[in-house]
């Protein structure tokens, strides 16, 4: 396998960023070290916090909730435009939660949800129940249900990744 070095990037975890060691060299080409690495629209960085993709999601949800309100202003159903958000928008707070919703702190958890209380005021106007309006759970529930989900999933033996959870320890102390 061919290997383009200027497509590979090295990442460093850890203590280990105390005192790096020397830069990877692939066929006499050095290998770029990141402090953040996008892969699957996943931000990560260095630290394992998630910062950078938190903010991503706020952002790119953020211009699809302006084309919500300018859908809104072109006078489109309440019913339209909720189908619009539950399609276009939430997936974006969605993708690939089960990888980063357990690390998240409260205050990036609260940063998401504003983007749901967001488009139901653009969805129902400045009522004070909007968000109530939409019967739609909290977007920390439906990550909470997606996560528990894909996790019960796997211990189906139907599962491709069935494979990765070690057997069960049944060694008692006594």
Not at 78 to 102: F, G, K, M, N, Q
Not at 105 to 116: A, H, M, W, Y
Request: with cysteine.
């Amino acid at each position: 396998m061919n290997v383009n070095t200027k497509k590979t990037k090295e990442m460093l975890l850890g203590s280990i960023k105390k005192n790096p060691p020397p830069t990877l060299q692939l066929n006499d080409q050095p290998i770029e070290r990141v402090s953040t690495y996008k892969l699957l629209d996943i931000h990560v960085t260095d630290a394992l916090r998630w910062n950078v993709h938190i903010a991503s999601i706020c952002s790119k949800a953020a211009r699809r909730l302006h084309f919500l309100n300018v859908l809104k202003h072109a006078a489109m159903s309440a019913d339209d435009l909720l189908y619009y958000y539950l399609s276009v928008v939430r997936p974006v707070t969605e993708y690939a939660c089960v990888v980063w919703h357990t690390s998240i702190t409260k205050k990036q958890s609260e940063l998401i949800e504003r983007i749901q209380r967001r488009a139901a005021r653009i969805i129902f106007g400045h009522q004070v129940d909007a968000l109530k309006s939409l019967a739609l759970p909290s977007l920390h529930d439906r990550r909470e249900m997606l996560t528990k989900k894909f996790f019960i999933g796997l211990l189906s033996p139907n599962s491709c990744l069935h494979y990765l959870i070690p057997p069960e320890n049944n060694n008692q102390q006594i």
